[in-house]
């Protein structure tokens, strides 16, 4: 694997590994650098050989993984220790690039006053050009003179320190990139140790779930044992127990030496040549009739599940069929509703596709008579008895044409309900009855409002019960439907 290392880098692997040893590449997310982490394989601790050493195997493992932890917090305190040396280079920086600020500065004063000199030569140059012109002219020229002079002054006090701040600015610069040096190798040890610290980070991980993993297989063995240890104590508990066997319960025996003793009993047994063959026939048919009543515990099980699975599905259909139902007789609850200048709906509380529990699925009928009023549900003590007898009769108006009853009976529902309403719901009632397909609505009342619109579709029967003049019969009727 070392010989052909550069080859499994240009082939992007990531791990690899040799009789001797894994290997795992890291590549750095700033310099794009691979390093390399080597763990050396340890050899086989016998966990697949058959008999495990459970204590060992958690002992290593937690050795393992004190190791890691240990190394990922060196390389953690590393870390900050690099940390805290980029902080300071980097404070040097700010340092420098505020020198560096002031030279610059400084070269900008030179050079204002270098154009501040050009500007004064020019005029200079200007006035001795017109100094033909007048006597005037002369003492602007010495004016002229006396700040070329100055500037002169400062041009040499500038130069004589400009070789002084060069060579500060030289060291500065030099400073500079020893600071950036250092730097650039300081971020780089800082991702090599970054990478090696994902990879302790990743062993660590590793380790505790194989630890898991262990620990899980330990209980799991235990409680077998457990288990198997319960079982065989009920199993022998009023048997006499072979000496033999006392002898292996009270010394530690080897697997191997259980398997020769366990060979020998069963040689011993195929021995045995004067069984009864009457035992062997009752053994046989019981084994068959065990068999039998396996097979008819499987198959009614499978039946069980079957119908449970049809059950299942036909209470979802069922369930699904209802709030269909329901939302078609809400919306036609809402209608009627509006006719009467109020609001209400109905509702399926507790509904699911999935339901189980039909028992818990209610109708939830909801009203609001008054205007600005939220909807609330029917109950003895919100509304009234006219408004609860208004609302059975919008919801048996709803069931009309969602149910096959060729007739229904309404017994005294204008007890208790307020003129307009009454009207509103026999008006209803009777243009329900000239509708196709609708069921026959009997109507049993002590009483009944004048000035109906009937129709052919409707019929009234008055009972008498008693004494009656048939000419004062035949007079009321004759009013009533002149009214």
Not at 206 to 222: C, D, N, R, S, T
Not at 307 to 324: G, I, N, Q
Not at 420 to 436: F, P
Request: aromatic residues 6%; hydrophobic residues 40%; proline residues 2%.
């Amino acid at each position: 694997a070392i010989k052909n290392q550069s080859k499994i880098l240009d082939a992007q692997v990531r791990a690899y590994f040799t009789p001797e040893a894994g290997y795992n590449v890291k590549i750095s997310r700033y310099s794009g650098l691979p390093s390399i982490r080597t763990d050396a394989l340890r050899k086989g601790d016998g966990i697949f050989a058959g008999i495990v050493d459970e204590a060992n195997v958690r002992i290593n493992i937690e050795q393992r993984r004190h190791q890691a932890i240990q190394s990922r917090d060196e390389h953690t305190k590393e870390m900050e220790e690099l940390q805290h040396q980029q902080q300071r280079h980097t404070q040097k920086l700010a340092a420098i690039q505020i020198e560096l600020e002031k030279l610059r500065r400084q070269r900008m004063d030179i050079s204002r006053v270098q154009n501040a000199l050009e500007g004064k030569m020019s005029r200079l140059r200007q006035l001795q050009s017109d100094a033909d012109r007048g006597a005037d002219a002369s003492h602007e020229i010495r004016g002229a003179v006396d700040e070329m002079k100055k500037i002169e002054k400062n041009m040499l006090n500038l130069s004589l320190r400009m070789p002084i701040e060069l060579e500060k600015y030289a060291k500065v610069l030099k400073d500079l990139d020893l600071k950036m040096v250092s730097l650039f190798e300081a971020r780089i040890e800082y991702e090599i140790l970054e990478g090696t610290l994902e990879s302790f980070e990743y062993a660590v991980r590793q380790v505790e779930q194989a630890l898991q993993k262990e620990q899980a297989l330990f209980h799991k063995m235990y409680e077998k044992v457990r288990r198997l240890k319960e079982n065989a104590s009920s199993v022998v508990e009023d048997t006499e127990i072979p000496e033999e066997f006392k002898r292996l319960l009270t010394s530690e025996v080897t697997m191997e030496q259980l398997d020769d003793m366990i060979r020998t009993e069963k040689a011993r047994v195929d021995s045995m040549s004067h069984i009864h063959e009457e035992v062997i026939e009752e053994f046989d048919r019981r084994e068959r009739q065990i068999k039998k009543l396996e097979s008819i515990v499987a198959n009614a099980s499978n039946e069980i599940q079957s119908r449970r699975t049809d059950l299942d599905r036909k209470r979802t259909e069922l369930v699904t069929a209802l709030k269909s139902k329901i939302d078609f007789m809400s919306a036609r609850f809402s209608e009627l509703y509006s006719m009467l200048g109020c609001r209400g709906e109905i509702d399926l509380i507790g509904f699911s596709p999935d339901a189980e529990d039909l028992d818990s699925l209610e109708i939830d009928i909801k009203v609001a008579y008054r205007a600005g009023l939220l909807l609330q549900s029917l109950n003895g003590m919100t509304q009234s008895g006219g408004e609860r007898m208004v609302a059975t009769m919008m919801y048996l108006f709803s069931l009309h044409e969602i149910t096959p009853a060729p007739f229904r009976v309404v017994d005294e529902m204008n007890q208790g309900m307020d003129a307009d309403n009454e009207r509103k719901i026999l008006t209803m009632m009777i243009d329900d009855a000239r509708k196709h397909g609708n069921p026959q609505m009997f109507l049993v009342t002590p009483k009944l409002l004048l000035g109906l619109e009937f129709n052919d579709s409707t019929v009234t029967h008055v009972i008498i019960n008693g004494d009656a003049d048939a000419r004062e019969l035949f007079h009321l009727i004759k009013r009533m439907r002149v009214s």
